[in-house]
């Protein structure tokens, strides 16, 4: 899905391809550019854009990226040869942080401007778009670039930034969608080194979130949440996940970054997962399972690390008759 | 414990039994009705209301409901002839919602309406009883029918609806109370098909509830906290819960909906429960425990599935020695 | 760290040491003053204060106490010939409560005043200090006494109450800082039982703390989380707790009461933690982990109860090869 970057972060500093030396100074180990334009987006894989720098840290064979202006950033030295408009960097977390820090105003740097109306004890910003059918409570915000559709429900307390909401959806109270993900070098740490977060969450129609639920946006791209999927308390997802339609979470689940989960899975109370694993389609996952590893369509699991629902009975029964 | 249910869900629309058929339509499989009243309430098996729909999802042999004007929902055939006046419908979950949906307006569909006095930083319901006594912090939502006892405290930034609270509370930041539970068909997914919750939370005297907790409303009846019981941060307590006397839940523990849990039990953080089950008095938890099945008084359990900590040591121990 | 109490926590009545039989009347088993003096403080065993009281729960050989004004309460027997200035107590937690609920205000019981600014959307105490470059944004409450300094962003949502917040701190929406820990004594149950919670919080430059956390002040001390630590959604942290500097820690971990951790820790998410352990430097906790042993420098460990992340992984694989 693509979205206007601009509607939610909006532009800081417009660079060209050629300021980029200047801007990563003696992060750049080497740079071959033949094409310099203004910088206006950033990539990813999945999801290429025009005038964009696209941020790489695997070793790709294939130039994808020939038929759009985009300039490859990487600490791969290996890309060298694949690509033509490519900047080698020490440091990719770095080099990210730096363009986009510059590039973009987001909510995790001093200087993020929003304007509101106090419409009913709820903060809506200016540069949101709510139909008019939506029903908001009190002491909501509902910052810049916010889209919600119809007769959706927003209870109380409620925040909702870098987000497109569908029709018919029922957010509870104390819960925060759209807020920032947990993305950064192990290495560097510190509030600011944190990745900046520049992608938004999309949930479609009828879906349920539940009370103090926490829905990271995407860092690029997207979060998603599918069609008719109904998730309980307590619930955190993280950026990048992609959630099917009809899934049922109960509360407390914990969804790491980058998980991608199909069609009608259905997930116990305090589940864990393992960030960028993907789950199939009509999966089961028991309460209190860890998933660490893809699963299957059709899969049906339990325990920590979660196996097969089937084996993981027979081995407690098994160690209890043993005594282990 | 009985509650004016239209206290907190006004009535929608008013029905007469005999307009079940056109509510339901091709819902219903079979009909018998010797009896037509206004419908003004509904029932649960442990609470039985006059003029009221009970929906039954078990197979019963008595007809419990023979002095009060109650008319029996059920997907069961084998209820036909035990009750004079009962409709048997195809799915139970659609008839309840059909119905409870068009008798009562609730917080999940558009339309509910509260009118709030805005008092010293928070929202308070026209329709709600305070004593003056309570002080309530900044940024709260009291809704409409809720009532609070003598000297609680309701400290910022937290959400109470369809709840009745007594007296020497103190419920902490962020948390929210009354919330709506979890109830849906699990073939039927999607915001609209979530079970109408029309019950309340009652909160006893002395009760301590930390900052960012959620206590769901019950179903039909209520969700129950017993005098003295203290709970930490981040606790969810779902629908139906039924909580005794002084008990101490730590951190980050979630009771599934349903569960009764006696006098006097102590429970450790992150400790989690599955629905329906059924924990004795004295009982102690320990931290991380995955409780799957009834405990007896006195039990103390560890591990998941909860077993009894004595033997949950050994086999830790065991498996060190034998090296599993 | 030293703090002024009174900042956080007004004078409520102002006792001289031979004014504690008054106060504690039957709890009193003996008393032995050679000292009297006007109490003006709390002082813990790491933190002596002067014209204190110290609680003491333990068997202390040496009187550390002897430079400054400070009287022992005791429930230790053994500690009659240690101290000069000594009351032995029936229960230490029942005194404790007693006394502070005497001296000072707090949050816990009814009376607590604070007076707020309501500063473009939130309610900002007039008794706190914050640097004009820090945001803030909707729906916050900054409560008495708080500090916090320049060019931290807090969000929407956000409850901050004794504490002491510094430079470069990114605070996300609905989390609550500062708020009242999980203290009391097993047997003595309720809302008016739980130990006034009279210590603060303390975080220092560049932390990030993400959306719906909950930080719990310190008992008479401080919990404190360190500089450059990164802390992801949902995570509790109970009071006391010490954190290192460049901590890393994922959603929904939780840390119990009084535990330490040394620099450099990563932690995975839905952790949890025995209350009144330490672990050293550069240690790696998977997620889903269940620590309950103190822990060595440069330890990595895994599962429940957490071992080494090898012998842990070994144990999995012979489990799965047995069919355990």
């Given at each position: 899905?693509?979205?206007?970057?601009?509607?939610?972060?909006?532009?800081?500093?417009?660079?060209y391809i050629d300021q980029l030396g200047t801007l990563l100074?003696?992060?750049?180990?080497?740079?071959?550019?033949?094409?310099?334009?203004?910088?206006?987006?950033?990539?990813?894989?999945?999801?290429?854009?025009?005038?964009?720098?696209?941020?790489?840290?695997?070793?790709?064979?294939?130039?994808?990226?020939?038929?759009?202006?985009?300039?490859?950033?990487?600490?791969?030295?290996?890309?060298?040869?694949?690509?033509?408009?490519?900047?080698?960097?020490?440091?990719?977390?770095?080099?990210?942080?730096?363009?986009?820090?510059?590039?973009?105003?987001?909510?995790?740097?001093?200087?993020?401007?929003?304007?509101?109306?106090?419409?009913?004890?709820?903060?809506?910003?200016?540069?949101?778009?709510?139909?008019?059918?939506?029903?908001?409570?009190?002491?909501?915000?509902?910052?810049?670039?916010?889209?919600?559709?119809?007769?959706?429900?927003?209870?109380?307390?409620?925040?909702?930034?870098?987000?497109?909401?569908?029709?018919?959806?029922?957010?509870?109270?104390?819960?925060?969608?759209?807020?920032?993900?947990?993305?950064?070098?192990?290495?560097?740490?510190?509030?600011?080194?944190?990745?900046?977060?520049?992608?938004?969450?999309?949930?479609?129609?009828?879906?349920?979130?539940?009370?103090?639920?926490?829905?990271?946006?995407?860092?690029?791209?997207?979060?998603?949440?599918?069609?008719?999927?109904?998730?309980?308390?307590?619930?955190?997802?993280?950026?990048?996940?992609?959630?099917?339609?009809?899934?049922?979470?109960?509360?407390?689940?914990?969804?790491?970054?980058?998980?991608?989960?199909?069609?009608?899975v259905t997930i116990g109370g305090q589940a864990g997962f393992?960030?960028?694993?993907?789950?199939?389609?009509?999966?089961?996952?028991?309460?209190?399972?860890?998933?660490?590893?893809?699963?299957?369509?059709?899969?049906?699991?339990?325990?920590?690390?979660?196996?097969?629902?089937?084996?993981?009975?027979?081995?407690?029964?098994?160690?209890?008759?043993?005594?282990?």
């Amino acid at each position: 899905m693509n979205f206007k970057r601009s509607n939610f972060f909006p532009y800081k500093n417009k660079y060209y391809i050629d300021q980029l030396g200047t801007l990563l100074k003696n992060e750049i180990l080497f740079s071959n550019t033949n094409n310099n334009f203004e910088i206006n987006e950033i990539s990813s894989l999945s999801n290429l854009r025009d005038n964009s720098i696209l941020f790489v840290e695997s070793d790709l064979k294939i130039d994808k990226v020939n038929d759009k202006n985009i300039h490859v950033i990487t600490n791969i030295n290996e890309n060298k040869s694949n690509f033509n408009n490519i900047t080698i960097v020490k440091n990719l977390n770095i080099a990210y942080n730096i363009i986009c820090n510059q590039l973009f105003h987001h909510e995790d740097q001093i200087g993020f401007i929003d304007e509101f109306d106090f419409i009913n004890g709820s903060y809506i910003s200016k540069f949101s778009q709510i139909d008019k059918s939506t029903e908001i409570g009190k002491n909501c915000i509902i910052s810049r670039g916010v889209e919600i559709g119809k007769n959706t429900i927003i209870k109380n307390n409620v925040v909702i930034k870098n987000s497109i909401i569908g029709n018919n959806i029922v957010i509870c109270d104390n819960t925060s969608i759209g807020t920032s993900g947990f993305g950064f070098d192990f290495n560097k740490r510190g509030s600011v080194n944190l990745n900046p977060q520049l992608g938004i969450t999309v949930i479609d129609d009828n879906v349920h979130i539940g009370a103090s639920c926490t829905v990271d946006r995407g860092k690029i791209d997207i979060t998603h949440i599918g069609k008719n999927s109904m998730i309980d308390n307590m619930v955190h997802i993280g950026h990048n996940v992609i959630i099917g339609k009809n899934a049922c979470i109960a509360a407390q689940t914990g969804i790491s970054g980058s998980v991608m989960i199909g069609d009608n899975v259905t997930i116990g109370g305090q589940a864990g997962f393992a960030g960028h694993i993907k789950i199939g389609e009509n999966v089961i996952i028991a309460a209190r399972s860890g998933v660490t590893k893809n699963l299957r369509n059709n899969s049906v699991v339990a325990g920590f690390p979660a196996i097969d629902m089937k084996e993981w009975k027979k081995n407690i029964i098994r160690q209890r008759k043993n005594g282990y």
